[in-house]
Structure formats: C-alpha cells, structure tokens
C-alpha cells in the first residue's frame, strides 16, 4: 500500500516488517532523521545566533560587566528564537496568541539547551569573557560557542520531533 504525501510529492511505503530501532518507541511518531533534527537545529541557532551576537556586542561596547552581558545575549537569543519561529507560523495564517503559543512549544527546550551549551563554552573558553569586540578571541569563541551548541542540541531535536514535540509542532504549519 502506498501513501502520497501532498507536500512533498514524495510516495511512502508501508512495510510488512517492523524494526523496534525503526520507531520512537510506546508513542508512535515515526524516528525523526538527522537531517530533519539538524534543520531544526540551525532554525533554532540562527535566532539565537542574532540574539547571542547582539546582546555581547552591546553590553561589551556599553562596557557592561560579564553577567549582565551575558543576560542581555540570552534574553536577545529567546526573543529572536521565538521571533523566528513565529514569522512562520503568522504567515501560515495563525493569530498571534496561537503563533505565539506554538513558538514556545517548538523552541523552549532547544533554545534553553542551545543557550546552556553555547554560554558554558564560553564561560570555560580562557579568556572569552574579557575579550573586547575589536579580539579575534571574542569572535573565535562564540564562533565555537555555536558549534558546541548545535553539536549538543542536534541528538535533543532529534529525539524531541521523533516524539511528536519541539519542532515537529511548526512542521503542520509549514
């Protein structure tokens, strides 16, 4: 028996067999690929990549302290992770109170390990913290920062989507 997906045009197979590693387990979404979960990963690090940046370049020209700073970046990276998000979703024809409502259940888990990971690289990189905007040390270490992050969020997305959450919500309105 064959399935026609109308999105994509692509024909599904159903299989007599069944591989227990081919499914997510008791719920019964379907395994997300890698490939899906790091697409949902640079969705999620472009947002907070803009928040991230924005947010140390101007606490560190206002010459703020580190914490402040820091705060500052993950507030900004939230904001524009969900802003992201939501963009979509408005433009599929979504009203803003349900926009906003599928923006958090899409991207709460993976922006918060996103910002987890990419903060604590640079809390450890040596002297990243007291680099100024004009040190190729700023740039080397949030440049790492952002690896570091999608390197621990990719394997969270994947697992979250193969289970029907994160952002396997938004792709209903894609």
């Given at each position: ?8 045009g692509h ?40 928040g ?9 020209a ?11 970046a ?22 803003l ?49 952002f690896?570091?992050a ?19 919500v ?5």
């Open positions: 028996m064959e399935q026609h997906d109308v999105h994509t024909e599904h197979h159903q299989h007599a067999h069944t591989d227990p590693s081919d499914h997510a387990g008791h719920t019964g979404h379907a395994p997300a690929s890698w490939a899906m979960a790091a697409q949902a990963t640079l969705h999620c690090l472009t947002g907070c990549a803009i991230e940046i924005l947010g140390m370049a101007i606490g560190t206002l010459g703020w302290h580190n914490a402040p700073t820091m705060v500052l993950i507030v900004l990276a939230f904001f524009f992770g969900y802003s992201l998000t939501m963009r979509g979703v408005l433009r599929a024809g979504l009203d109170r349900t926009a906003l409502r599928v923006a958090l259940a899409a991207d709460t888990v993976s922006i918060l390990v996103m910002e987890l990971a990419d903060n604590a690289t640079i809390l450890v990189f040596p002297g990243a913290m007291d680099a100024t905007l004009s040190d190729a040390l700023f740039w080397l270490s949030l440049a790492l920062s690896v570091v999608f390197a621990v969020t990719t394997p969270v997305n994947r697992w979250m989507i193969g289970r029907g959450k994160g952002h396997a938004v792709h209903q309105y894609h």
